[in-house]
């Protein structure tokens, strides 16, 4: 299980995280929707130990991972798959070694082993013959879909995705969003989705939260998130420049 509790970070003066509190169970997937710049990177690269926030606590399968030792750490970290929002990908491997790069530094898998275990995961997420293609090569979908196999590639418990649909067209997005859906029922993950795609938040959500200034608004139901009066979260879900987020955005006539 992942649990914050009242996470602080701040850069410089600015407030980024303000007091998150979230919790994750069992083979949920929890979507945390909120604009650019609301934290929701800086959340995620907390939970895996990649950002230590200034006070607060982060306790996944009842380590603190704020204070444990870096031994510890690393040990929760290979429960951890973290899929990048760039997908991160190494531009000069092929697809294969950059699926296998996790298995050959997290596993004792042999040769065989690994072929074997790559080849699994790129049918997983529905690609064939591109073993030896470049990044150069990839479709932004096909990108995603090579970060998503590296990333279930060493059986991780837990999946952060980083704005797993951006970018892509509104098919291939939905193509992510069923991935996603069927990575939590083969391989039982839980999962914690980062994104401002709300199509994508409703299909795959269990539960909904919406970050805005660093501070979680809101927590619901995809439902609960249709039927809300909560003002941000219609105006986010409207995606209508007016209401109460980012009026300092807002276009003015030239006087
Ligand atoms: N290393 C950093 N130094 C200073 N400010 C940062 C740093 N990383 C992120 N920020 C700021 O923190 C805020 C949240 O960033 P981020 O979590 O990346 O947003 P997003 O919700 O778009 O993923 C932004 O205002 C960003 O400019
Ligand atoms: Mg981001």
């Known amino acids: 299980m992942i649990k914050v509790e009242n996470i602080y970070k701040n850069f410089g003066k600015k407030c980024v995280l303000c007091g998150v509190n979230l919790e994750v169970c069992s083979g949920q997937t929890l979507v945390i929707l909120g604009s650019s710049g609301a934290g929701k990177s800086i959340l995620l690269k907390t939970l895996v130990g990649l950002i230590k926030p200034d006070s607060g606590s982060v306790t996944i399968d009842n380590v603190d991972i704020t204070k444990c030792a870096p ?40 040769e065989q082993g690994i072929k074997n275990r790559v080849a699994n995961c790129l049918a997983m997420v529905g690609l064939k013959n591109v073993e030896h293609l470049k990044p150069a090569s990839l479709s932004g979908g096909m990108k995603k879909r090579v970060a998503i196999a590296r990333t279930i590639s060493y059986k991780p418990n837990y999946i952060l995705y980083d704005e797993p649909t951006t970018g892509l067209d509104p098919i291939m997005a939905d193509i992510i969003s069923d991935l996603i859906i069927s990575l939590k029922k083969q391989l039982n993950v839980s999962s914690i989705v980062v994104t401002h795609d709300i199509n994508s938040a409703y299909k795959i959500a269990d ?35 007016y209401g109460p987020i980012q009026q300092a955005y807002r276009i003015f006539e030239m006087e």
């Open 207 to 241: 539960k909904i939260m919406m970050i805005y200034e660093g501070k979680i608004i809101f927590s619901g139901s995809p439902e609960e998130v249709k039927s809300t009066d909560n003002k941000y979260v219609q105006q986010f879900i409207k995606g209508s420049s």
């Open 71 to 110: 031994s510890d750490l690393q040990k929760i970290q290979k429960k951890m798959g973290y899929v990048f929002q760039e997908a991160a990908l190494f531009d000069s491997l092929n697809t294969f070694e950059n699926v296998a790069f996790g298995l050959r530094t997290l596993t004792n898998l042999d």
